[in-house]
């Protein structure tokens, strides 16, 4: 069901003025950012991610050497007791960035990308506990995918979106791990390319990316049970999309910008982040989306270098950010972010 932001009386006026403004002085804004040991390995942009019992898995992606840009196999865990990294096995499959990542049934799968020549549709698994890699399905379009998304409800991954080397995408498929399957569901209702998504109470919201080469503003949940894709408030507040012509909000008092590609994202208490990412130019803005009241509230801005292709991923309730690409500059640095506390704290 659409939702268009309302003013149905003073109070939410004041509050969404105060929410959706993206023109609000830095050091009012909630949370705080703080630096954490940095990635132990190589810098890099585009790697894939993904959590196990408050370990955090990272590995994959591009890298700079001198002119040239690597693809890499490495990958590392990051445990935040110890606010420390350690390398793992390597990734088995070919060197690649923009693959995507999910944890279900207490393993990690990693697939699809690209090593610069093709577009892969290969799926990997890696168990912690005997820190192994085994291949399993392909994923299972007849072409491949990279800059996709890809999420866990119920203990089954979900994966979509993309382009597959010739156009963009919005077909997802479930996989199950019991039965090493792959089924299509619900298509998506609009192509993209390095969308972002975020899982709130088994729902997936998942917004931003490009179409084409134009910024998309749509923003969807996903419920796995109705099998549904339900609209939510848009990305730009002047925006138009291609499956819906109607203006999703017309106020020039309304001055945010969520669009983006290629940002980073966590969840805390209930509540989903993206920031950094690119809108033709790296971004810094951080904001929160409350599902109950389909509202977005900027927070602390990011600390560190605007960049896009970074890692985001949640540890112990606080949300991280890793690595990721600021012009040809790839980074390897980590920061965390605390929603409760301030720059003042």
């Known amino acids: 069901m659409k939702k268009l932001f309302s003013c149905i009386s003073f109070l939410f006026l004041v509050i969404f003025l105060a929410g959706c403004s993206s023109n609000s002085d830095d050091d009012d804004l909630a949370g705080d950012w703080t630096r954490q040991s940095d990635f132990e390995g190589v810098s890099r942009s585009d790697a894939a991610s993904f959590v196990i019992d408050n370990i955090a898995y990272l590995g994959t992606g591009f890298t700079s050497a001198t002119s040239t840009e690597t693809r890499l196999t ?21 060197a690649r960035n923009k693959a995507v990542a999910f944890t279900a049934n207490g393993k990690g799968y ?3 990308g690209t090593d610069g020549t093709n577009v892969l549709k290969d799926f990997w698994e890696y168990t912690p506990g005997t820190n192994t890699w085994k291949q399993i399905a392909d994923f299972p379009t007849t072409k491949g995918r990279y800059g996709a998304v890809a999420f866990a409800i119920n203990e089954s991954g979900y994966v979509g979106c993309g382009n597959d080397g010739d ?15 792959w089924t299509q569901v619900s298509s998506m209702k609009s192509k993209r390319i390095n969308p972002f998504v975020f899982v709130i109470n088994n729902v997936a919201y998942v917004g931003g990316g490009s179409n084409n080469g134009s910024m998309v503003s749509s923003f969807y949940a996903f419920n796995p049970t109705a099998n549904t894709w339900d609209r939510k408030t848009s990305l730009y507040p002047q925006a138009t999309d291609s499956e819906d012509s109607e203006e999703i909000q017309d106020n020039d008092n309304y001055d945010y910008n969520l669009q983006r590609t290629s940002p980073a994202t966590f969840v805390i208490d209930g509540q989903g982040y993206i920031t950094t990412g690119t809108n033709s130019s790296v971004l810094n803005t951080t904001w929160q989306y409350n599902p109950s009241t389909d509202f977005w509230t900027e927070v602390d801005v990011f600390e560190g270098v605007s960049r896009e292709g970074a890692a985001g991923f949640t540890l112990n309730n606080k949300g991280y950010v890793a690595t990721g690409r600021s012009g040809a500059t790839r980074l390897d640095d980590l920061w965390k972010f605390d929603p409760n506390t301030s720059d003042d704290d």
């Not at 490495?74 to 070919?94: C, E, L, M, R, V």
């Open 167 to 181: 156009n963009d995408q919005q077909d997802f498929y479930r996989y199950n791990v019991t039965s090493n399957t």
């Open 74 to 94: 490495d990958f590392w865990k990051y445990d935040p007791t110890q606010d420390n990294w350690f390398s793992i096995a390597a990734f088995p499959g070919t």
């Open 110 to 112: 990693v697939g699809l």
